[in-house]
C-alpha cells in the first residue's frame, strides 16, 4: 500500500517504475513536487527507474509515500543505517510541500456538499 523512494549520493530522488509496483497516487504528486526541489537546487532531478539493492544501501535517503502514512522517513534498512541514520532534508521538505499542496490545492481537492439538516461541518 506504500510506494518506497531514495535519494542517491548524487542527488537523484529515485522511484522504481510502475511495472511491477502500485502506480499510487500519493507517490505521483510527491514526485511532481518534487521537482520545486531541482528547482530550489536540494535535488538533480527526479526519475522512475530501477533501484538495485547495493544503491538502496548506499543511499542518503529512503523514504516511503502512501495516502495513510503521506510521506515517512526510513533511517535503517536491512539493520543498515540509511545516510545520517536520521530523517533527511529531502523527506523533510518534501513533506512540507505536500502538506500543503494537501491543504492549498483547490486544483485537486473535491469539495464537500453538505446536505440540509446535517449538522457535520
Not at 549520493?9 to 502500485?22: Q, Y
Not at 542518503?60 to 530523517?87: A, F, K, M, N, Q
Not at 533527511?88 to 502538506?99: F, T
Amino acid at each position: 500500500t506504500e510506494n518506497v523512494g531514495i535519494v542517491t549520493k548524487e542527488g537523484i530522488l529515485k522511484f522504481p517504475g510502475f511495472d511491477n509496483t502500485l502506480a499510487g497516487i500519493t507517490v505521483q504528486r510527491v514526485a511532481a513536487l518534487a521537482e520545486t526541489l531541482v528547482d530550489e537546487k536540494i535535488l538533480r532531478k527526479v526519475r522512475f527507474d530501477k533501484i538495485p539493492l547495493e544503491e538502496a544501501y548506499e543511499s542518503s535517503e529512503v523514504l516511503l509515500t502512501g495516502t495513510s502514512i503521506h510521506i515517512l522517513p526510513v533511517v535503517r534498512y536491512d539493520g543498515r543505517d540509511i545516510g545520517t541514520g536520521r530523517p533527511g532534508p529531502v523527506c523533510s521538505r518534501l513533506l512540507q510541500l505536500l502538506d500543503k499542496d494537501a491543504q492549498e490545492n483547490n486544483d485537486l481537492l473535491t469539495e464537500i456538499n453538505w446536505e440540509a439538516g446535517n449538522t457535520s461541518p
